[in-house]
């Protein structure tokens, strides 16, 4: 299994533009979740998804949103890039209702805005 | 905010010495789980405890669990260059969400 898979690994963008960053998992997981990483910060939910076709907001959802047409992938879309949504980026995932809970997570996406 | 604070932010302890690091959250709990973070990686799961227990021990790992002080902390004995990271305690509410809220973290630095 390639566990949890992030694309791109580094991207610039420039105030006002948009982009999509990738997400996806082989196990089969219903429950995926966003994350963004800031010094100091710990790991903030931007939004998250219990299983396809459901979504809903974490934390620090402004600026983002989120689809998720099928199990393995959940794409996060930033509408209009501002300078405060630079960060690292990360996806994780885990089973439901397996009594495990712990999530696994992507090698992380880190945006730099302009 | 109901981030979890941990305690202390950084940590720098010799090879082999234990090393404590505490979390503090806000809020009733179903859960409350450690990761690890290599520089430059994402997090790594450690060890998770339930609400309704105490302690609970993974190879080097102990940790524990107080529901009435809102606090858990994590015990790595005998300590490894390896085990340089930061660490971060999450909890899941137990407000029906299966959200999970991060700590800020402790970043530990063992000396060899």
């Known amino acids: 299994n390639a566990g949890v898979t992030q694309t791109p690994k580094f991207q610039v963008l420039k105030t006002g533009q948009s982009m999509t960053l990738q997400c996806a998992q082989d196990m089969n997981h219903e429950y995926m979740s966003w994350y963004r990483q800031d010094p100091g910060m710990g790991l903030r939910l931007i939004h998250y998804?219990?299983?396809?076709?459901?979504?809903d907001q974490g934390e620090v959802p402004n600026g983002y949103n989120v689809s998720r047409s099928t199990t393995e992938d959940f794409p996060l879309r930033l509408l209009s890039a501002a300078p405060s949504q630079t960060s690292v980026y990360f996806c994780?995932?885990?089973?439901?209702?397996?009594?495990?809970?712990?999530?696994?997570f992507g090698p992380g996406t880190r945006l730099t805005v302009t | 905010s109901q981030q979890g604070e941990e305690d202390p932010q950084a940590l720098s302890i010799q090879e082999g010495e234990n090393a404590t690091m505490n979390c503090s959250y806000k809020t009733s709990i179903n859960n409350l789980q450690w990761y690890r973070q290599n520089s430059g990686r994402g997090l790594v799961h450690l060890i998770l405890i339930r609400s309704n227990e105490r302690e609970k021990h993974s190879g080097r790992l102990r940790v524990t669990l107080d529901t009435s002080k809102k606090s858990s902390s994590l015990l790595i004995t005998a300590s490894r260059a390896a085990d340089t990271a930061s660490y971060f305690c999450a909890y899941e509410g137990n407000f029906g969400n299966e959200k999970l809220t991060f700590g800020t973290g402790t970043r530990l630095t063992i000396i060899p």
């Open positions: 994780a995932s885990r089973h439901r209702d397996r009594g495990t809970y712990e999530q696994y």
């Open positions: 998804s219990v299983g396809a076709g459901i979504t």
